[in-house]
């Protein structure tokens, strides 16, 4: 029986894939193992649909929060995929021979419990280490190394990995935890390869890590009784559409390169037996995105680059020019010497943003089925882009439509969109309205990443269905509240969400946490969350009868507490007066919310002097707002607060509340500001800069053009020009 030959590679090399496809042309094994999980073999085969498209990965995960992960990506140039597809091209059987995926998540489980191997793995000359040790003794990266070292190598790479992986086996101390999990993975997998000499195969073909060829080679396979007191968890796996973003290392994947989208161009290169063409290729896909980005470069440009590239190959001692050598080119040369010019072309052209495609039919979980028919039963495919995509829905019935799936259509996304948000799946982002007074339109970023993936599968143990997760995750939400605003934003993104059952379940927490509750600012907040459901209710076909009774028991407690709650403190003013501005809000959307008790409540707040005078202030602002207020009664309330006598805190702190509403019925009021002149010229030097404290405070968020128009007031009563005014005010605020 022949000896099994152990091909070692770097996983997505293309170097190491073209030598595979050679290597296993001349031996043509009898069965082609891999390093992978032995209990995902049967998503190999949706590698080899022609409806694939690459990069995916195989995903496992366990059933159990907290949700430990497992990745396997590939991108066409993967050595293992590579193996994969010759194997299925030449009918010859093909398996993973790791550790099962259930045993590799139990081994990650104790990692991450374990703080001391963690502690032990910055010390020693680990695996990392080692590679950071190579960079520095070079000068270059260690992908650059790689590249220029094995990705050029022809003839011998399996030979000069195999001796690499012996030489960084002999140079690394992993910590003991590490080390024995590299021990039980290569004795797993030589009983596997042991397993398939006792079947009869006698041409073996591995391909695995090149640092476990020599472990392979010597070390003893795992026994029976080894293998049973394995540590395992409950998982299952998936096969899902990947992208070069998260293959690249800046998305932290480790095993990753710097530049996938250029070693593609580097592997297809190879494939057509001419390496040269990498060059060419890299700098003119590079000159059409600098053209794209509205950069002026010429094609005498490109070829000094290339010029450029090969000359410093040379000085490197490199057979062709590597990524390095081609990037310091471009940056001489189409950059102008600055990096910066061309850094948005080299994301582009190193990096790239494909995303991989997987076919009908392949496996998957319920919950991620139910999520792609629904992309497609509401025409959002061509959003699954890694490229963001704006979406404007318009919520209101189509009437020049026939059927109802077509005339409610943005709604149903919205539906669709609001739970995926529920259950924190990235796909979609909720924008600012553009519109303040329709309720009617909803605009949403849309992005596909490969975490949208991840956190599709996580949803997975919340329900079947992407209905039935949010369901689960609001009912869980709803169970955890402490107090009623947030029981209440439960109750919103179940309304949201188009889920009428969640929503009864929220707000029967909203009715028992209310008994307990009595601060302004709780209640308020959920006041807003039943009243948006309200307003829009109809639109959303939802019916607003059972909020009604409790919006209006909690506008009662509101005006029945606003008045206590403005005996505050600075710090808690803030606080109080978004409560007022809330409830005021409220109640002008709301006929059937007594107007007449907000007002008494609101005109006591103003009238009393022992409250919070920033809140008694913002109460009068919002009576102005409401036409309640006439000029003389503002002149006496503005003349009674800003006198002489009155503490310059307490004064300022009354103008500061005032100022934070309605501003422009403020300013047009030119005896308001005869009276805070005087109020400030009767001022002594430092009850004036204490009162200068808080006015800068109160003018801090006014705009340009309102302090252009404050200026103007003052420049009249002081008999001189704005711009002067606007002078000595900013003069006087900055040397105070």
């Not at 029976?224 to 800046?250: C, F, G, H, I």
């Not at 580097?266 to 003119?284: A, G, V």
């Amino acid at each position: 029986m022949a000896t099994p030959v152990f091909f070692g590679v770097r996983h997505l090399s293309p170097g190491a894939a073209y030598s595979v496809i050679k290597e296993l042309d001349k031996l043509h094994p009898d069965i082609v193992l891999i390093e992978g999980p032995s209990d995902l073999n049967d998503e190999m085969k949706w590698f080899c649909h022609p409806e694939t498209k690459l990069p995916a990965a195989i995903l496992a995960y366990t059933q159990e929060t907290p949700i430990h992960t497992l990745l396997y990506p590939f991108a066409e140039y993967s050595p293992e995929y590579q193996a994969i597809l010759w194997a299925h091209q030449h009918n010859i059987p093909c398996r993973f021979m790791d550790l099962p995926s259930n045993v590799f998540l139990a081994i990650n489980e104790k990692t991450s419990e374990n703080t001391e191997d963690k502690n032990n793995d910055e010390q020693g000359d680990t695996t990392e280490l080692v590679y950071k040790k190579l960079e520095d003794l070079l000068g270059e990266s260690h992908d650059t190394f790689w590249e220029r070292n094995f990705e050029q190598s022809e003839e011998n790479y399996m030979e000069a990995a195999k001796e690499f992986g012996k030489q960084l086996r002999e140079t690394a101390t992993d910590s003991p935890y590490r080390t024995a999990e590299n021990s039980v993975r290569e004795a797993y997998m030589k009983r596997v390869i042991m397993q398939a000499e006792k079947e009869g195969f006698e041409k073996i073909f591995c391909v695995c890590g090149a640092f476990h060829v020599e472990g392979l080679q010597n070390n003893e396979p795992m026994s029976n009784t080894d293998e049973n007191n394995l540590p395992k968890v409950s998982a299952k796996a998936t096969l899902m559409p990947y992208s070069y973003y998260r293959l690249s290392q800046l998305s932290g994947y480790g095993a990753g390169n710097d530049a996938p989208a250029y070693f593609e161009i580097l592997w297809e290169s190879m494939c057509q037996k001419n390496i040269e063409q990498t060059t060419y290729r890299y700098l003119t896909e590079l000159a059409v995105n600098q053209r794209k980005q509205g950069h002026i470069t010429s094609s005498a440009e490109v070829i000094e680059a290339a010029r450029l590239a090969q000359t410093l190959a040379k000085m490197r001692n490199s057979k062709y020019p590597v990524l390095q050598d081609l990037r310091d080119a471009a940056i001489t040369c189409m950059g102008h010497g600055t990096f910066s010019e061309i850094s948005v072309s080299t994301a582009s052209v190193e990096i790239g943003t494909k995303i991989g495609a997987l076919p009908e039919g392949v496996s998957r979980t319920s919950i991620q089925d139910d999520f792609y028919r629904q992309l497609k039963e509401l025409n959002l495919e061509k959003y699954r882009s890694v490229e963001a995509q704006q979406l404007d829905l318009d919520l209101r019935e189509n009437l020049r439509v026939k059927s109802e799936k077509s005339a409610f259509m943005d709604l149903n996304r919205s539906f669709f969109l609001h739970r995926l948000r529920v259950l924190n799946v990235g796909f979609g982002t909720l924008l600012k309205s553009k519109q303040t007074q329709a309720n009617w339109g909803e605009y949403w970023s849309l992005r596909w990443i490969p975490e949208t993936e991840i956190e599709i599968v996580e949803a997975a143990l919340l329900g079947e269905t992407v209905e039935s997760a949010a369901s689960f995750s609001l009912k869980e939400r709803a169970d955890k509240s402490t107090d009623i605003s947030q029981a209440a934003e439960v109750f919103e993104d179940a309304f949201l969400c188009g889920m009428p059952q969640a929503a009864k379940y929220a707000l029967s927490a909203i009715q028992t946490l209310s008994v307990d509750t009595a601060a302004i600012v709780e209640i308020s907040k959920t006041a807003e969350h039943l009243s948006t459901v309200i307003r829009y209710g109809d639109l959303r076909k939802f019916p607003p009868e059972p909020i009604i009774s409790l919006l209006s028991q909690l506008f009662l407690r509101a005006c029945l507490t606003l008045e206590e709650a403005c005996n505050c403190d600075d710090e808690a003013s803030k606080q109080v007066m978004e409560s007022i501005d809330r409830i005021n809000k409220i109640q002008l959307n709301h006929e059937f919310l007594e107007e007449n008790r907000l007002i008494d409540v609101l005109t006591s707040v103003s009238d009393r002097d022992d409250l919070n005078t920033k809140c008694s202030g913002f109460a009068m602002a919002t009576l102005i707002e409401r036409g309640l207020v006439e000029e003389s009664l503002l002149a006496v309330e503005v003349s009674r607060r800003l006198s002489k006598g009155v503490p310059a805190d307490l004064a300022a702190g009354w103008f500061e509340g005032l100022a934070k509403k309605n501003r422009y019925s403020l300013i047009i009021r030119l005896s308001l500001w005869k009276q805070l002149d005087s109020y400030l010229q009767n001022l002594d030097d430092e009850e004036f800069k204490r009162a200068l404290v808080f006015l800068r405070r109160a003018f801090a968020d006014f705009s340009s053009n309102e302090k252009s128009n404050i200026s103007e007031n003052l420049g009249e009563i002081w008999g001189v020009e704005p711009e002067q005014a606007a002078d000595i005010l900013m003069r006087s605020i900055t040397e105070a």
